[in-house]
């Protein structure tokens, strides 16, 4: 049976449940996803972060949430008052629907009821995901452009310029996927991978292309351009305050979170267990799915942390170069060569076939990328004349190993 | 005025002069990007910094000590008798640069005796709103009256408890001591009490 079926079987009172959940477990991730971050963080830059609310700081982020709420809400005289209003809620909104289609854990039971922890299950689930995150993107747009101030407004318009181009290499790292599984649909995905292996490993370049382009995607460090704080103030939430503010930081969160369950679903194998622990998925009922779950949802989740450590902030001409001039021709040509070994082996060509279309590709990509280093002009090196050595001490510069300071003999 | 205008014409025609296209110039080999092993590093320093120790001192539950010259809160030190060391010269209120100190002198009489000679600091305020710290006035004290703790909690809810008068500034008396107002040791000077000779207070100093 497959999970459509079953799921199609729920009554209406467990659809309602299952609403609630993922809700909750939504709101719950991100609570713990702030505390995490700020910890983890803390933890990089030889720190320790918030400890001082409840049990190691956990509530740290809760009661950062009810001081929000608590502040004076502000809406700008020159706001578009309506618009400003709206925009939080279409953000926050569509960033929780992306959840419904999400395969949580395998069979379970809840309350009696034999079903799995997945709203609903489209045949074109992940174009459904993709599709509501684009109308998100509205959410940031509207904020920019009603805030009725300069700083909103370029913080607006880049991120959304962003999230378009990001979620063009976003989509097309999928298309390989699609094309490996056979299907759109979440859990058919998560299905194909537990009967042969992990996207991740046969469709290596499409996972490395859509972990950069998620990062892109959801305006995270080191592409936060449209939160530069010395360039554009707060980004697109400028002028926003109190319990809107609250929404559009639930909806970022929310939004990573999201972007690292579809990671988890389409290249890590989803719910199931990791290759060899196939035995656990049986614990609790079937619930232990869930952890194995959100344990590699925190996985994409530390990666995101680790960048943020780690990068500085792209300049925007080189972000936008990458995304364009490196990342979609680069999965253009991938889906190419999938799409080819595919029909290949669907048509029942012989396995030498399949090997020496492989190796072909890769020869051409060989000489096509000697071609391109051949062709580079080679910059012209002109050695500075040296300066006399200097009669005063100096500090040793990094790549000299020591200096004459006596001058002379 | 015409000066001016001769000047502005000379220049415009030496700028004419260079031709924007021949300008000499240096070309410098570029680096380019390093190898992705070298990128990666970077990461490694994130992920392994993570296992070292913090540094965050728990200041509130924790307090670590200063260091031993740490320059805190003043203190007017007194004599091993109980008498105060201040004489009310006023040297500390000259020397500080960020006028933080108020002294005003007041006589010793045989009825209100608080320093050996003849004169006492009468009224002794610092403002820690203005106090930078420095340590001039430490420098400036013939007496040694005046030194430093190493006492660094000094914030408070309001300006008018920020400026400590001299009964927050004055040291405990200690073992020994008496509570001035009370007479010099018997046959001591007050030159025997700058060089050290008194070592503790005479029965004689409690009789009022």
């Not at chain 1, 939004?255 to 890590?268: D, E, G, M, Q, R």
């Not at chain 1, 196939?278 to 925190?298: C, D, R, S, Y």
């Not at chain 1, 989740?301 to 001039?325: A, E, H, N, T, V």
Request: hydrophobic residues 45%.
């Amino acid at each position: 049976m497959t999970t459509a079926e079953l799921l199609g079987k729920d009554p209406v009172w467990l659809i309602v449940v299952k609403c609630l959940i993922v809700f909750i477990i939504c709101v719950l991730a991100t609570l713990m996803a702030v505390w995490t971050e700020r910890r983890v963080l803390a933890k990089m830059q030889l720190r320790t972060g918030p400890n001082r609310v409840g049990p190691a700081g956990l509530l740290q982020s809760l009661s950062d949430g009810v001081k929000l709420a608590l502040k004076e809400d502000i809406i700008p005289a020159a706001a578009d008052k309506v618009v400003f209003i709206i925009a939080p809620i279409i953000a926050t909104s569509m960033c929780f629907m992306a959840f419904a289609v999400i395969p949580m854990t395998g069979v379970v039971n809840i309350f009696g009821h034999k079903t799995a922890l997945q709203l609903t299950d489209l045949p074109v689930g992940v174009l459904y995901i993709l599709a509501v995150t684009s109308i998100g993107v509205y959410g940031v747009v509207l904020a920019g452009w009603s805030s009725g101030s300069t700083y909103p407004l370029l913080g607006g318009l880049r991120s959304s310029a962003q999230v378009i181009s990001y979620e063009v290499a976003m989509g097309l790292s999928l298309v390989a996927v699609f094309i490996y599984a056979g299907s759109m649909s979440t859990s058919a995905i998560v299905d194909s991978q537990h009967q042969h292996i992990w996207n991740a490993v046969v469709l290596f370049p499409s996972f490395v292309i859509y972990v950069i382009s998620m990062v892109g995607e959801t305006n995270r460090a080191p592409f936060d351009l449209a939160e530069a704080e010395g360039e554009l103030v707060g980004g697109f939430h400028t002028e926003y305050s109190s319990l809107k503010f609250a929404l559009f930081f639930l909806a970022e969160y929310v939004n990573i979170i999201a972007v690292s369950a579809l990671a988890t679903t389409l290249f890590l194998g989803g719910y199931h267990a990791l290759p060899g622990l196939g035995f656990t998925e049986q614990w609790l009922g079937g619930w232990f799915t869930l952890i194995w779950f959100f344990t590699k949802v925190n996985f994409f989740f530390f990666i995101f942390m680790w960048l943020r450590g780690s990068l500085p902030r792209l300049r925007y001409d080189q972000f936008m170069k990458f995304g364009w001039k490196v990342l979609i021709p680069v999965s253009l040509i991938w889906i190419l060569i999938v799409a080819s070994l595919r029909v290949l082996q669907q048509e029942g060509a012989p396995r030498s076939a399949i090997l020496a279309f492989a190796a072909g590709v890769v020869v051409i990509v060989m000489a096509m990328i000697s071609l391109i280093e051949r062709n580079k002009e080679k910059v012209r090196s002109t050695v500075l004349p040296e300066g006399e050595a200097p009669n005063f001490p100096v500090p040793s510069l990094p790549q000299v190993q020591s200096i004459n300071v006596s001058g002379g003999k | 005025m015409s000066d001016f205008n001769e000047k502005v014409e000379i220049e415009k025609k030496t700028l004419g002069d260079v031709d924007i296209n021949s300008v000499p110039f240096t070309e410098v080999e570029q680096s380019g990007p390093a190898s992705l092993a070298q990128q990666a590093k970077g990461f490694w320093v994130t992920f392994s910094t993570m296992f070292k120790k913090n540094q965050t001192v728990q200041y509130p539950d924790v307090k670590a000590p200063t260091a031993p010259r740490f320059h805190g809160r003043h203190q007017l030190n007194r004599h091993p008798d109980g008498l105060e060391k201040c004489i009310g010269c006023e040297l500390c209120a000259w020397a500080c640069p960020a006028d933080a100190i108020l002294v005003e002198g007041g006589n010793n009489t045989p009825g209100n005796q608080l320093s050996p000679g003849e004169r006492h600091g009468a009224v002794y305020q610092i403002n820690y709103l203005r106090c930078i710290f420095c340590g001039l006035c430490v420098e400036a004290c013939p007496t040694r009256a005046l030194t430093m703790t190493n006492e660094y909690e000094l914030a408070d809810d309001k300006r008018e408890k920020l400026i400590f008068e001299k009964d927050d500034l004055l040291a405990p008396l200690r073992q020994g001591m008496l509570a001035p107002p009370h007479p010099m040791y018997p046959g001591m000077t007050d030159t025997n009490y700058y060089n050290g000779d008194v070592k503790e207070a005479h029965p004689s100093q409690a009789e009022k």
